[in-house]
């Protein structure tokens, strides 16, 4: 129990610890020049290029900002929403107002789809490690939706180099992704 209560608590210390760096990472302009990067890199990959159902994020608490991605044509989008302590997907809508939903994410008030029509899922993290895991707030939202879902889609962390960190371990119930993207 005591080992338990360590790794909970260094991951708590982990993810103050990451906040507080995005935090100065915004400040310094770097989060700015990063996003825009990553977004490039993405633009040009053959893995968004050749998927059409893509789902991505809003970000908050100064995530990677990929939404520049929403403009681009040929593709359909869609937006995590969380909805009775699970998290489903909603298609995008750039002609309706999006609204907050839990913790103050900003969501589509369009009806949930059914996951399995996506092709590729871009997810945030306050941290990743080499073996392509997520660090995110602790809630635990994407890793149930991946568990409850057999999908297709790929799922690729969107993340800055400097928060790529194998100082942290996955627990048992962390689902692993199939790959990282930062601005390196």
Do not use: W
Not at 88 to 103: I, P, S
Not at 156 to 161: G, N
């Amino acid at each position: 129990m005591l080992i338990l209560k360590e790794k909970k608590k260094s991951k708590l210390i982990l993810r103050n610890d990451a906040l507080e760096k995005r935090r100065l990472f915004a400040s310094s302009g770097m989060l700015q020049k990063n996003s825009s990067i990553i977004v490039s890199k993405i633009l040009n990959s053959e893995l968004f290029n050749n998927s059409k159902h893509v789902a991505l994020y809003i970000p908050i608490k100064n995530e990677v900002d990929i939404t520049p991605i929403l403009r681009v044509h040929g593709k359909t989008f869609y937006l995590p929403a969380c909805v009775n302590n699970k998290l489903e997907f909603r298609m995008y809508d750039n002609t309706l107002e999006l609204k907050k939903g839990l913790f103050n994410i900003p969501e589509s008030t369009l009806a949930a789809i059914n996951p399995n029509i996506l092709d590729l899922i871009y997810i945030p993290a306050l941290l990743a490690n080499n073996m392509c895991y997520r660090l995110g707030y602790g809630k635990g939202f994407y890793d149930r939706f991946f568990v409850e879902n057999n999908l297709k889609a790929k799922k690729i962390i969107v993340i800055q180099s400097a928060f790529i960190d194998d100082g942290f371990v996955q627990d048992s119930f962390d689902i692993r992704c199939d790959g990282v993207i930062s601005e390196n």
